[in-house]
């Protein structure tokens, strides 16, 4: 029987604010423990919070990019527990009234594109964060905590249960971290705890009623959501075909057995005992000023994708390539304002330009993208070779030099000049007899060798037409040569 | 001369005039503590030194010819659940009990900048949970006026203090009548400003929807003065209010306008069955006092505050619950920490120890009102009768400029009277909830003694924003009553009982 899993997404991310969502304390990474703390996010008795409006900002922003209704209304909550990361035994969240409910983000499938419900988007305030003296809970005399995480803005978006399985929530996920990352409100990034996702799954044999669903949590990268969901929707399906019944319940995954691990026992039933804060205002939106951050939106990924493929008659590939930031997507527009072969761009920005930019951690804001134009222009009229072309431009993206310059400093200019060539080709004759004598018996593989030969020796500048013409012509007129 | 005995306006006269230093202003109230804290137990934590370098340095400024603040130089104690920096804060708690704040709250840095010199921090009932003074972890304080009686509550040390001479101000707080209250018990005036009025930045949160800085004075012009200096809007309360005071007037004569054509209704439901006849007498009287001034008083009734004090006590332990979940041993105050036992065992000993009756007493209310399947039953009930009696006084408000009636159904009662059986205790408050739950402004003025020789209180109430008004009338009705002297009886009777 083919059952079908039905799967929702919690994601919770970290907005990039410079100060915290309810006091003005940093939120820098990587601060020694406890210096990033105030009476505020540390709870302290009497202190109060205060809302944050480049928060609520970045929370508007994102909740527009996912198409959501942000409302003219909401509200803060405490969400009430016990827990020694949380230093005022609640955390204010957003719980009835959130910033923004109903949107929707697609992402791309082989059968076309689908459609993932978002259910609401709120805001709310990290925890602090927990070190454990022997490493894991359970192995340690004492913990100890460190509050600099707490109070950092966070956003939770929640998704309808509309996901199929364990790759199009990675899709999903990926496609979010994109399009956050487009609006400039969050890094998105997993490994270090700035998203995470928690997801709900259950499975069902097509038209029945949905089956009992399962959390599952700690999943710490895209791919361990792709592995853990497509393992739960096999797990569960196992014992369902045995008639076996899913046990509601929380899972982890466990990363290195790649397993979900039941938590049963281990965590008590919550009563969160959420109430109005009385400490904040109800949050009053106004139209306008939604408004105004709509039109101020960057042209989203997916909409600069279709763009990119209609405008530059690019490959689907190349374009995700491309598209992969809007730093990336901006140069390489700025480079094809003054190239016409798009593809040929698209191969160098693929290629050469995130190469250098792995190499030497430029950022791609940083680099001029007429440095590659002009590149590419000095190739294309047969001024430099395309090995010498590379290394033009690796210098002067790095260095931030004009490629016609740098070919002049550094004497790179292509030598198609037979006075020039002529020695160095006779050179290379004498040196490789066995090649000479190959060609000579008619061997025109040969030739290659002895031109890649004399390329090697001028470091790539030789015009390989010139040398071709010359060595044919040296070869045919060799003394002792047998007619 | 004592000094003591003169009310803040006129300390603040003498020193501007160069008749008196702060120094011996000071001198004075500490003179006077050392003499009457044995009997009245007032305050938690004297700090005479604090008090005395703050008022040298407000003489310095006068000398050099400094523009002070009116108020400057005259001596304030602060209740004990305002944050202090580097006074210890307890909320009268075993919880708290070690606590030294890092930080001012917002009310005491405006008293500082002002100059004026803090005497210590006072008694009040655990986190202000109370309503006689009586749940202090620490020891109970005695009404002055006869010291085998309550102060009230719970801000009881403040206005102990004030009715003693000990402190010619005070700062409070009022959740559900813990300045005006304990004012009216203690015969002095007790005002809770407009919800948002006064910043809360440093109040430690007892029931956060509720709660107001409140201040305790000899009289309307104290009250006037302090209040001023404390109100205003302070970003770092998200809800407090952005609405300047009135005109600047000068605080010894805004009363000048009399009450000539003032509309003030007497509260019916107060006046009935539940209420002492000699605090029924006094308001009465006070009423036919104001009638003569040329005011128009008529009775109203306001059925639905019958109720308030049902609303009250389930909104105000809900938030309370929430509110007091902080205090669990892990980063400051008392940590229980048992040996091979884990982090619950240490919330749970440390809550367990530190807390008192009382306290624990809402927190399992307040769980239970907000747990789920019960939230909407009490919680949100409560908040829609909160929304109907705010609408029912805004009404009322139409028809009237203030309203009136007793601020306590009794006079003092005895210590231990009440302190087992917390309904009872509960409706000592039940004139004070309805401006609570609505945010009025609400002023409790001595109204006289009764026969026994105790103190009443009157209560008036305004719509938001109108504190000033409440302070001419009570101006007025000084005008045409003098206040009661400062009680003798402190000074004779050695001890009392408990």
């Known amino acids: 029987m083919d059952y079908e899993a039905v799967i929702g997404l919690e994601v919770h991310l970290e907005l990039k604010t410079r100060s915290k969502i309810f006091c003005g304390c940093s939120t820098a990474f990587g601060m020694e423990p406890n210096s990033s703390c105030c009476p505020v996010c540390l709870g302290l008795p009497g202190s109060l919070p205060v809302l944050n409006r480049s928060a609520l900002e970045m929370a508007v922003k994102a909740a527009l990019a996912l198409n959501c209704r942000v409302e003219g209304r909401s509200r803060f909550d405490r969400k009430n527990y016990f827990y020694p990361d949380l230093p005022k035994a609640y955390q204010i969240s957003q719980y009835e009234l959130p910033v923004a409910r109903g949107g929707y983000l697609e992402i791309d499938l082989p059968g076309g594109i689908k459609r993932v419900n978002i259910e609401r988007v709120h805001m709310e305030e990290e925890a602090g964060k927990l070190l454990h003296a022997g490493g894991s809970i359970m192995e340690s005399d004492y913990s100890l905590v460190d509050y600099n995480r707490a109070g950092i803005p966070l956003l939770e978006i929640v998704t309808a249960p509309n996901i199929s399985s364990g790759k199009e929530a990675r899709l999903f996920l990926e496609e979010l971290r994109l399009l956050l990352f487009y609006c400039d409100v969050s890094d998105c990034r997993m490994e270090e705890g700035s998203l995470r996702c928690d997801a709900n799954i259950s499975l069902n044999l097509p038209g029945a009623a949905m089956g009992n669903k399962v959390e599952v949590k700690n999943m710490n990268s895209f791919r361990a959501v792709e592995y853990a969901l497509d393992y739960e929707a096999q797990r569960q399906a196992e014992i369902l075909s045995r008639a076996g019944e899913i046990v509601q319940e929380t899972r982890h995954w466990d990363e290195e057995n790649r397993v979900t691990v039941s938590l049963r026992g281990k965590e008590e039933a919550s009563d969160y005992r959420y109430f109005p804060e009385p400490d904040l205002p109800p949050l009053l939106i106004e139209e306008s000023w939604v408004q105004e951050l709509k039109e101020a939106l960057p042209e989203l990924p997916a909409h600069k994708r279709l763009r990119f493929e209609e405008q530059y008659r690019l490959d689907p590939k190349d374009v995700a390539v491309l598209t992969s930031s809007p730093e990336l997507a901006c140069f390489y527009e700025e480079a094809a304002r003054h190239v016409e072969d798009y593809t040929g761009l698209a191969n160098w920005v693929k290629g050469d330009v995130l190469r250098i930019h792995n190499d030497s951690g430029k950022a791609i804001g940083e680099m001029t993208p007429l440095a590659l134009a002009e590149t590419i222009s000095l190739l294309e009229r047969g001024e430099i070779s395309r090995p010498v072309a590379r290394e033009v431009l690796e210098e002067a993206l790095v260095r931030g030099k004009n490629p016609a310059q740098v070919v002049q400093d550094r004497g790179l200019g292509r030598i198609a000049d037979p006075g020039t060539l002529g020695p160095l080709i006779e050179k290379v004759l004498q040196e490789n007899p066995k090649a000479v004598e190959s060609y000579l018996q008619g061997r025109e593989k040969a030739l290659g060798f002895l031109v890649g030969k004399v390329m090697a020796a001028t470091r790539g500048r030789s015009d390989p037409a010139a040398v071709n013409t010359i060595l044919r012509d040296k070869l045919q007129n060799l003394p002792g040569k047998v007619e | ?498």
């Open chain 2, 1 to 498: 001369m004592d000094l003591f005995r003169l009310s803040a306006l006129q300390l603040s006269g003498l020193m501007r005039e160069g008749e008196v230093s702060s120094e011996e202003v000071v001198n004075s109230f500490l003179q006077r503590i050392e003499q009457v804290e044995p009997q009245v137990k007032a305050f938690l934590l004297l700090c005479p030194e604090e008090a005395l370098a703050a008022a040298r340095e407000v003489d310095r400024r006068r000398l050099r010819g400094d523009e002070l603040n009116f108020l400057a130089g005259v001596p304030v104690a602060v209740k004990d659940n305002i944050c202090t920096r580097g006074l210890r804060t307890t909320c009268a708690s075993r919880i708290l009990e070690n606590y030294v704040p890092p930080y001012d709250a917002t009310v005491v840095s405006a008293i500082r900048r002002a100059g004026l010199p803090i005497l210590g921090k006072t008694n009040m009932d655990e986190f202000a949970m109370g309503s006689s003074t009586e749940n202090s972890a620490f020891f109970s304080t005695r009404n002055p006026w006869d010291t085998r009686r309550v102060p009230g509550g719970s801000s009881g040390g403040s206005a102990a203090a004030v009715a003693a001479g000990e402190a010619p101000l005070a700062l409070g707080s009022d959740t559900g009548g813990s300045v005006r209250q304990p004012a009216a018990f203690c015969g002095v005036t007790g005002l809770r400003p407009t919800y948002g009025r006064v910043s809360r930045y440093g109040l430690i949160a007892f029931a956060s929807s509720l709660d107001q800085v409140g201040t305790h004075s000899r009289d309307a012009a104290g009250g006037l003065a302090l209040f001023r200096l404390i109100a205003g809007h302070d970003p770092l309360d998200a809800t407090s209010i952005n609405t300047p005071l009135e005109e600047d007037v000068e605080a010894d004569n805004f009363c000048e306008n009399g009450l000539k054509g003032l509309r003030l209704g007497l509260i019916s439901e107060q006046m009935g069955d539940g209420f002492a006849p000699e605090v029924k007498e006094k308001i009465r009287q006070t009423a036919a006092l104001l009638e003569g001034e040329g005011a128009f008083v008529e009775e109203v009734s306001l059925p639905l505050t019958d109720y308030a004090l049902a609303a009250y006590y389930l909104i105000n332990p809900a938030e309370a619950s929430s509110n007091l979940g902080r205090y669990d041993g892990v980063r400051y105050g008392l940590s229980e920490r048992i040996s091979g036992g884990g982090v619950r065992e240490m919330f749970a000993h440390t809550r367990g120890k530190g807390f008192g009756m009382e306290v624990k007493r809402r927190i399992i209310l307040g769980s239970y009102a907000l747990s789920a399947g019960y939230y909407d039953a009490y919680y949100l009930q409560a908040l829609k009768v909160r929304t109907l009696i705010k609408k029912e006084m805004e009404k009322a408000f139409e028809r009237f400029d203030v309203l009136f009636g007793p601020s306590t159904p009794t006079t003092p009662f005895m210590l231990g009277e009440k302190v087992d059986d917390p309904l009872q205790m509960y409706l000592s408050d039940v004139c004070n909830i309805t401006d609570a739950l609505t945010g009025n402004p609400s002023l409790s003025i001595p109204c006289g003694l009764s026969p026994a020789g105790m103190p009443v209180g009157m209560q008036l109430s305004a719509p938001p924003l109108n504190e000033m008004l409440l302070f001419r009338v009570a101006a007025a009705i000084e005008n045409m009553r003098p206040l009661p002297p400062l009680p003798e009886q402190v000074n004779i009777l050695e001890g009392g009982q408990c």
